[in-house]
Structures are given as structure tokens and as C-alpha cells.
């Protein structure tokens, strides 16, 4: 078998082409993203970014999609490197955006009544839903009605959201966009 043959089969493993096809047509910003696989502990997921430049611009941005940002006054307790913490101490402590003063990650959060998982890091607004390890017909329409609420986000769209073949985008795949 060749290295395609391998790469395809992997691709469409859990989604016919025929699928991944109609979901790229009917996602204007989301892409789908195929695992890694391996130990990488990730799973499929749909997902789209945005580039910022400062906080304002993060504030922007969840503003826009009805986020509120938790934003601590002062800087909040951290974990310190080296030290054990029991899992519910350690999952206690803030995740917060680096660069900012202290303003959380918004993680899991509703944009348009739609469960998606929001992180900042290295200027990127990356907004990503799934179902566990891997993406559903549900989702895409998650997808869609969130991508409605994107209309008016203030930021520039980075397409591809993950740079690989991994990413069924127009870079990778136009035939699935023409």
C-alpha cells in the first residue's frame, strides 16, 4: 500500500470523503481536523482561529460572541514548578492567557448557545468543538450556528487553523472548496 493509499485510509477512517466533502462545503470557517494519532492525546475536532494582538483584542473578541472574561484584579495563586499538588488542588489554580494581566482562558464556554472550547496562546483565538475524540453531524451544526455569531468578530480569520494535511481546508484540499 502506498503512502497516499495509507494517508487516505487514515483520513477517511471515521468520515466517508463523501462526508468530509459536504461538511467542508457547508462550514465557511470551521475546518475539520483530523488527529495526530499516536500518544498525542488528542482526538478530531472542528476548529477555527483568529489572530490577536493584545488583550483588547481578546476582549474584543469575546465581546463580540457574548464571553464574559474572568479578569483578576491581582495576580491570582499558581502552581509552583516541582511541587505535587492533588488533582482537584491542581485543577483549582486559573489558566491564564499568557501576556495578559490575568485574565483567564475562557476554556468551555456557550457562543451562541453552542458548547465550544475557546484558548488563547501565541496570539491565537482558537475555538474548537468535538464530541469526545471525535467530530459528529451534530457538531457541524454546532459549527454553523457559531459561525453565524463569528460574523462580526472584529479579528482576522487564520485559515488553516492547524498548518497540515490534518486540516480539511483549501490549502490542503481544494478540490472540496471549489
Not at 126 to 155: F, H, K, M
Amino acid at each position: 500500500m502506498s503512502t497516499t493509499d495509507r494517508w487516505h485510509q487514515y483520513l477517511f477512517e471515521s468520515h466517508s470523503e463523501a462526508t468530509l466533502r459536504s461538511w467542508a462545503k457547508r462550514l465557511q470557517k470551521f475546518r475539520f481536523c483530523r488527529a495526530y494519532g499516536g500518544h498525542v492525546g488528542g482526538g478530531d475536532t472542528l476548529k477555527v482561529c483568529y489572530v490577536y494582538n493584545d488583550v483588547s483584542d481578546i476582549q474584543s473578541f469575546f465581546t463580540a460572541v457574548g464571553v464574559p472574561l474572568v479578569v483578576h484584579a491581582k495576580r491570582p495563586a499558581e502552581p509552583e514548578v516541582g511541587v505535587s499538588y492533588r488533582g482537584d488542588v491542581f485543577a483549582s489554580f486559573p489558566h491564564l492567557i499568557a501576556g495578559t494581566s490575568w485574565v483567564e482562558q475562557p476554556r468551555q464556554c456557550l457562543i451562541a448557545g453552542q458548547t465550544v472550547f475557546a484558548w488563547c496562546e501565541g496570539n491565537r483565538i482558537t475555538l474548537s468543538i468535538s464530541t469526545g475524540y471525535e467530530v459528529t453531524e451534530s457538531n457541524v451544526e454546532e459549527a454553523g450556528i457559531v459561525e453565524r455569531a463569528l460574523e462580526e468578530v472584529p479579528l482576522s480569520l487564520l485559515d488553516p487553523p492547524v498548518n497540515s494535511r490534518n486540516c480539511v481546508c483549501p490549502k490542503f484540499y481544494p478540490e472540496y472548496f471549489a
